[in-house]
């Protein structure tokens, strides 16, 4: 029994990095689309844009490892990256840390990645 939790524990990890890896390489995508085009990007549904910007803060986190990043920081990121406007991280981070348990708050407004 824990070999099987074991097991869907880190399955469950592969398919997170792999949403992370695949909602990156889509904003590439289709930032290369709308060049090609010579348009702006479409309307995201919201709930789309909130997937995006969960999906971007862990590669921002992820990218600087053990060190503490400032959540007005990580918002202004989403705000030039994705378009994605909001006033408070908390609710991003709750679902953020279900997906990465090693994304970590520090301090009220503050948060790191650990290795």
């Known amino acids: ?43 995201i549904k919201r709930e789309n844009k909130r997937q995006q910007a969960i999906a971007e803060s862990i590669h921002l986190l992820k990218s600087h490892p053990n060190k503490i990043i400032k959540s007005k920081y990580i918002l202004q990121h989403l705000n030039d990256t994705i378009n994605y406007n909001t006033d408070s991280f908390a609710r991003i981070f709750r679902t953020i840390q279900k997906n990465e348990p090693k994304i970590i708050q520090i301090k009220r407004g503050y948060y790191t990645y650990e290795d």
């Open 1 to 43: 029994m824990k070999e099987r939790e074991i097991y869907l524990q880190n399955k469950l990890k592969e398919i997170n990095e792999s949403m992370i890896e695949l909602h990156i390489e889509r904003r590439k995508l289709r930032k290369k689309l709308a060049k090609i085009r010579g348009t702006s990007q479409s309307l």
